[in-house]
Nanobody, 121 residues
């Protein structure tokens, strides 16, 4: 089994910062890519940022220049999302996502349980 556990959400004022963490664990052979998605009330889930095993990154236009995705170099099963200059429209449940190959050499997409980020004064 594979688990993704997120942490770091919370309430922050506009202009503030938060850092989200996601740790993957379980029967993992290889992580191909990890990323963060978010879903606001009444809206579809959308990609925020992603990072491949080679270190290539991709960001939604709405967060470019404000958010940074990174990995723990010692533990490539941990990914972070540094969120700066937060805006009320960043309010959403943020989900960690992993494209990985399990120990049984089965490739699949896995999701965390989500963490709430609320940007409000």
């Amino acid at each position: 089994q594979v688990q993704l556990v997120e942490s770091g959400g919370g309430l922050v004022q506009p202009g503030g910062s938060l850092r989200l963490s996601c740790a993957a664990s379980g029967n993992i052979f290889r992580i191909n890519a990890m990323g963060w998605y978010r879903q606001a009330p009444g809206k579809e889930r959308e990609l925020v940022a992603a990072i491949t095993s080679g270190g290539a990154t991709n960001y939604a236009d709405s967060v470019k220049g404000r958010f940074t995705i990174s990995r723990d170099n010692a533990k490539n099963t941990v990914v972070y999302l540094q969120m700066n200059s937060l805006k009320p429209e960043d309010t959403a449940v943020y989900y960690c996502n992993a494209d990985l190959t399990s120990s049984s050499i089965s490739r699949g997409i896995y999701w965390g349980q989500g963490t709430q980020v609320t940007v409000s004064s």
